[in-house]
């Protein structure tokens, strides 16, 4: 495996923004990764990454990578495996073409999330679907290149809860979510429509959440993924929260299932090998929590290093015809840009990349 | 009508209280009730009302009212009219003295809210349910006493909303509530448990957000109430709001029913006579919002004066199999002491107390 | 006066931006202006204004205006009275132009703040400046056009507070602001800035803030204002409140004073005639709260209609040798179109618009 | 040195606050310190740590203290170290009683920090007085026992930011501070007050503010510390703010300073020999942020582990005649918990306990 080869160069695309922002800071010490290039857009080439961000993390940008020059998008990108937080429209263009160029790309941005042979990587959910790079590579050409994708933040903690759950058969899934402000990017939310209020809308958002995890929790058929075949229906809300994306649940089975056999296989729920040994793994991806008030946004997000999914107050619903529960992972790690980097562990732990 | 006739004295019990207090501001002015006592704990019985309570809306309390002194929870109330918000507890044995003694209590507590013969009075949907009041006077000899409840606060606008819609033979209903701090009194919500986070529970809220509207809904059947028969699920969270309960709700109907029925019948619902002209009845009861991004919390609590219940994002649910949407009313106004206040004026109205 | 005769038509230029909505709601029902013209950039114009107009007050847009449609900034305005809630750079031209061509201009931007023939009229504090329009009109041949400026909405609460200890002789004033998110405008503070957090600093705001009531509390000398001359330190805060800026200060006096003579000047202030009978006078400008933690924010920025200025905790500061106390104005209302709306209104009453 | 040596036993009075939640969260593997006792009132006495806790930070209690039992208020302490969080009326008598009976007491209580045996000790800033328990242990006979504090949560940035600069000679201090609401306690500050909002007052606060830092600041002389005499002017202001108290300071000193000798004594500020390299000190005490906008509570309040000062914005102050900046610290790390256990490190280093 590769603990104990050089390290890979790794670059950021869109490094300035929220979530470009908690790749630099995750990929810190990082193991296996170093960062060797930060690009951004126009306004921000040509800077140093200490001005050009807006550090919105605690604390300030890392030293060293405070003083790197960052580079335009359209720069000559060296770096074999790249990040990309940039914003859909403009990751159409370039991730592809970074593909098509040799590079493997693991993204946060949603361009390509539903592309027939781009597979939404959680690896403990769907480990296999990885495959798909070869098939990427056979059918465009592309080489060493490759394309990945994460989920969006929301969909994150809903697949992660159902990925267990799979076993009894996911009939329906009834979801709403509240949703933290860092979801937003930045500047994103004015403060002015979020203190002490409710925005029960976000753009896009629910045909994700309804749509995605059925692609996530399918099986791999050939050179295509079957998604799991469920009803869903969403509402999305943002909320006063900083970070933790919370969704409140209601799934029927095709089974009967009891309360034990929940909590059971939410406990002893791993990824395959080689997933739990992978570096961003947390030893838990599915906790749950018997304290009749959680999980909670702020008390909870950065269980499993912010990789891990807290789920809670798991009870019969009667309108649905089975269970509802309280599903919670933190939106910009587990939700975006720490999956991105377990998703290359698991590609460079597999041969794909690196 | 009573608009001629002399004030009629109220009392307001618990009037220290974050509800209290609500019934405070709500009376100042009202065209027909004048308080002249306010009740509250030993602890601050015996002081004037403006030491002895923590004024947590607004500006100050009323300068009249703040010189008064506060009456003891044993004092021999004189006022015929009563608006209590006093914890259930005591609610539970003050509540029905006071209407042995003559009085009529509207009250605010959850106490009596599901006993047989008292009704969860909301006066656009269910007027005719004040006709309890005679029910009481003749099973216990109350003579002119009376007691009748308002909903919980959550249960508000989920009645509201759904009163219009009984025409379509409601099924089923699944909800999931968004609830401001409000909602727990005074000191309520510890700041620490609130900032940046969400609480997915609150204790006993769940079980009557199932029960109350299906109680509202029902119809007078001789000397009981039948409650309208539907399923409902609910989870209840806490989100750092400060008033305004915003529920996400799903449900199911009988019937077919198109995205225009439904719009139509929530902006044409009005109560019945003499309902629409009581003083504290808001023009238009359910105010159905097109914006994509509407109800919010802060910006439509306060329609109809906090009385109206706001409704928007009506979609197909395919879960459900039928409608979604979200509702949102005021808690301390529509959701308690509002409301309490209207239910006095329909008992007024209907000569049934003043 | 202006009582009975017919209503004065006024434009609001930048009636879009978060003070330009605040103009729209304080306008309506106004008993002497009646809004003609809406005015917003070029992104906005041609649009109805209920499009345009992302409305971050409470409820919607008063209905009547939603239909208007929006005005360039080029446009030929008609309206004789002007307000102004554009941002300081295009106020910079446009205010001028207006004023040249006869229009009276209200403007709440910082351009011409500090022009020597420009007032900043507060006029409780300073009615007299306002006779710096017919020195304009003489200087600049402006016919019936004339430029007034309403104060930052920092500077508001302190030049209130000031104004009455005037006659002590006011010597040195150390600042500290706290201030309010709508301050900021629309987007203006993102949330990921704000949510649990302060941000000690505002561009450009301490300046103003340590400038502005210097002239705000000058005598008018002939054709310019003597400004009051005392020292002033300032650092401002940006917190997590929506409206009102809460200002902690310290104030040293050329003469001794003591606690019950600053409190009586401060009760007994009333601006000079005709100021307390215009409409948007509030009954006492300064009011001084005894209670140990007043002023706040939330429950004291509405006093007077959120005209009043509320001081409190009064105690002797050993440091600065004198006074130091904490002072609270509404930013959006008397700390900018509320405060405009009131200077329209003296102009009117002195025969200087209208 | 300790490393060496077995764990030490201590004891954590008031274990189930706030503070004493803190405590037991940084004591977490801790090189010389192992929790043996957990001591709270009487409410939560003979129950499970995990039961009697309402654990407000994030994550979960430490699963093993989890199932520890929560020993009365009048224990039979073994542990020779004990860190009290207890409320100052408590702590007077058993922090008392606990020196007499041979146990070192680092207590977070106001109680005897004024007492003129006992010091307010920062390591960094005054280790030499800790002396003053060799002084307890000769007058009140505690043989192995002793007291110290450490300073009211406020006090603490604001003393780390002077101490370098005692060497001007500090004349006069005029203090705003924003406080967080962790300062509170818990439940401490109801969501109702805060949300939106600012109290401008904290019971008791503003006092300690301006005494104990001239206590901390001062020099041992013989049995009593001198204090530093300098005039102090404070007002303590509560912000929705969870962790990291800010303070807007004015600084006037004998000697004329420049902006440069300022920043270069707060860079080069270390603590005495063995400070520095203590487990629980900081890298660098205090940390000058260069950045227009800083420092920050959220961004800013875990630097160094929460046990550094952050200042910035250093200006000339005309009014006070000196300089101002604004000066930041975690309020229950370095100004409660975090201080206290790198007091009993100064302690054990010192051979006064262990």
């Not at 990587?121 to 798909?132: D, F, R, T, V």
């Not at 990427?136 to 394309?147: A, D, E, H, I, P």
């Not at 079957?226 to 089975?253: E, I, K, N, Q």
């Amino acid at each position: 495996m590769a603990q104990n080869r050089n390290p890979i160069n790794v670059a950021v695309l869109g490094a300035t923004g929220a979530v470009g922002q908690r790749f630099v800071q995750l990929l810190q010490g990082h193991p296996w990764f170093r960062i060797a290039e930060l690009v951004a857009s126009d306004r921000s080439a040509g800077q140093r990454y200490g001005e050009a961000v807006r550090w919105v993390l605690p604390g300030n940008p890392p030293a060293d990578l405070a003083e790197r020059v960052v580079l335009p998008l359209d720069a000559d990108v060296q770096s074999p495996l790249v990040f990309s937080a940039l914003p859909a429209d403009i990751a159409q263009t370039i991730e592809w073409r970074l593909a098509e160029t040799g590079h493997v790309v693991c993204s946060n941005a949603s361009a390509y999330r539903m592309h027939e042979h781009v597979p939404i990587l959680l690896p403990e959910i769907n480990a296999p679907h990885a495959a798909l790079v070869r098939v990427q590579r056979q059918k465009y050409g592309w080489g060493t290149g490759g394309l990945v994708t994460n989920s969006n933040c929301t969909s994150a903690p809903v697949a992660m809860a159902f990925a267990p759950l799979r076993q009894f058969g996911i009939a329906a899934a009834q979801l709403t979510s509240l949703q933290a402000v860092s979801g937003g990017g930045y500047p994103g939310v004015p403060s002015l429509d979020i203190l002490d209020n409710v925005i029960p809308f976000i753009n896009g958002e629910e045909p994700k959440l309804e749509a995605e995890p059925r692609k996530m929790l399918g099986a791999l058929a050939g050179e295509r993924i079957a998604f799991l075949d469920y009803a869903a229906s969403a509402t999305c809300t943002r909320v006063p929260v900083l970070d933790g994306h919370l969704v409140s649940v209601a799934v029927r089975f095709y089974e009967a299932v009891s309360e034990e056999q929940i909590v059971a296989v939410w406990r002893d729920f791993r990824g395959p090998e080689p997933v739990p040994s992978l570096p961003s793994a947390p030893p838990q991806p599915v906790i749950y929590h018997s304290a009749p008030d959680r999980p909670q946004p702020r008390r909870d997000r950065d269980a499993g290093s912010g990789m891990a999914t807290v789920v809670g107050r798991l009870r019969p619903c009667p309108v649905i015809g089975g269970w509802k529960f309280l599903a919670l992972a933190h939106n910009t790690v587990r939700g975006a840009a720490g999956c991105s980097i377990l998703n290359a562990e698991l590609l460079v732990a597999e041969g794909l990349a690196g």
